[in-house]
């Protein structure tokens, strides 16, 4: 979700359906060197642009309808971008409009990340608190039907306009789901959506947790405002902190530059690489990590993209975090747009990024260093059933460092901790892959005191 400038209709892993656009950012190419033509005319292939104007030619004299030689042009330079790889795009005046302008982290729309996969719209990863969140939409999903109308055909631009709307608006989704059977049928309504990139809470104790949902241009600062609140709540320092990026689609190259900084001293954060080896970039981490050194624990799935996985991969390479979850989306390239003459542009793909160990994870995705499947855990029945101990054995014998042997044992009862028996019940339920985190993160404390 890496590109070069910022927008709330497309992102570098697909599109963000909404009103105004996503966020993303990067480097805007000149006008007058994006529309340069080649001094040497030579270089031209003459024979393939015959063929072409003699294509175009004969579905002007014999195509059923009359078609006018603007719409001829607009969809062969589309097809010319769209056949190079999924994230390459024509983006008309009206379209490059809508991404050019800055948003304030509000747009209209659903609230998910899609791109094209086999015809179909995939879901990259949907967006928390908004409408897909909210109607179960999840990382994988297939749409084949917007309104009972087939995607099969329509570009991603197309479908992406077809789910877009006024706020209130109610539309429908056939999702195809690879765990269910039949295919879903989701009502949901359109909305303003309001992203908050950066959330963070106190798990017990003085563990932290913070979530990350996008990146955008202020979440570098977010992130370092929401650590030292955590470090207020802990009395003054974290013991260890949890970085959840599941599902999160990425953003902002400079806020995912950021993110990883916040926690690492020194060395590569990413390194961008194009066709030319002038135009390589690498980014390197400066002094100063947030935590100190305690332990981190970072959270992705199959939704993770992008820029969270420039973070993921940074921490992961310097050996700063343990990586746990399911592997990432895989999306190691970078996009920039290009400004034309014609008030329109094109987004293409020109680098992509590597790694501080310098490997490409572009369609391979991160590994996690332990993989948690998504399980759902329910409850036992209780049936206040006590264990037997030593203590409750007839004739056992006293420990004689109690402090209180004459009392049968009693003194061996558990005493109040910080953890609260129903909370952590209600996290494996609610959340297994973050309990199970959580224990993770625990031991590494535990191990780090010794």
């Known amino acids: 979700m890496i590109r070069s400038v910022r927008t709330p209709l497309a992102v570098a892993a697909g599109m963000f359906l909404g009103l105004s656009v996503a966020l993303t950012h990067g480097v805007w190419a000149d006008r007058q060197a994006a ?43 589309r097809g010319m971008l769209d056949g190079l790889d999924p994230h390459s795009a024509y983006l008309d005046a009206e379209e490059f409009r809508e991404i050019t302008i800055s948003t304030s982290g509000k747009f209209g729309g659903l609230g998910i990340e899609v791109q094209m996969q086999d015809g179909f719209v995939r879901v990259v990863a ?47 989704l056939m999702v195809v789901r690879q765990t269910e059977p039949q295919p879903l049928n989701v009502e949901l309504t359109r909305d303003i959506i309001k992203v908050s990139s950066v959330r963070s809470r106190m ?51 400079n806020a995912a530059v950021e993110v990883s900084d916040t ?34 624990v970072v959270m992705v799935n199959t939704g993770s993209a992008s820029a969270s996985e420039i973070v993921a991969g940074a921490l992961q390479d310097q050996h700063r975090a343990v990586l746990v979850g399911a592997k990432t989306f895989g999306k190691g390239s970078v996009q920039t747009i290009l400004p034309l003459q014609n008030d329109s542009a094109i987004k293409l793909t020109t680098a992509r990024y590597y ?12 590994e996690p260093d332990i993989k948690i499947r998504p399980l759902k855990v329910s409850q036992v029945e209780d049936n206040d059933l006590t264990p037997i101990t030593e203590a409750d054995l007839s004739r056992h014998l ?53």
């Open 35 to 77: 529309v340069q033509m080649s001094d040497d005319m030579g270089s031209l292939p003459v024979k393939d642009l015959q063929t072409f104007v003699e294509i175009l030619n004969r579905v002007k004299a014999d195509y059923v309808e009359e078609v006018s030689d603007e719409q001829l042009f607009e969809s062969a330079i």
């Open 355 to 366: 790694t501080p160990s310098g490997r490409s994870i572009q369609a391979e995705g991160i």
């Open 126 to 172: 949907p967006i928390d608190e908004t409408p897909a969140a909210r109607a179960g939409i999840q990382p994988g999903d297939l749409i084949v039907k917007i309104d009972d109308a087939p995607v099969k055909g329509l570009s991603l631009i197309d479908a992406v306009k077809k789910m877009r709307g006024d706020p209130g608006t109610k539309i429908k």
């Open 203 to 253: 798990l017990e104790g003085k563990l932290g947790y913070v979530r990350i949902s996008t990146f955008a241009s202020n979440t570098g600062q977010t992130l370092d405002a929401e650590i030292k609140k955590l470090q207020k709540e802990a009395g003054g320092e974290l013991e260890g902190l949890i970085l959840d990026l599941r599902n999160n689609p990425g953003g902002v190259l």
């Open 398 to 450: 006293e420990n004689p460092d109690s402090e209180d042997a004459e009392n049968d044992g009693a003194a061996d009862e558990a005493k109040p901790t910080v953890d609260s028996p129903e909370d952590l019940k209600s996290l494996a339920e609610n959340d297994y892959a973050l309990y199970e985190s959580l224990n993770l993160l625990k031991g590494l404390v535990i191990s780090g005191r010794r």
């Open 263 to 296: 926690f690492l001293d020194s060395g590569s954060i990413v390194s961008i690489k194009g066709r030319e080896a002038d135009a390589g970039r690498e980014f390197n981490a400066t002094a100063g990590d947030a935590l100190g050194g305690k332990p981190l």
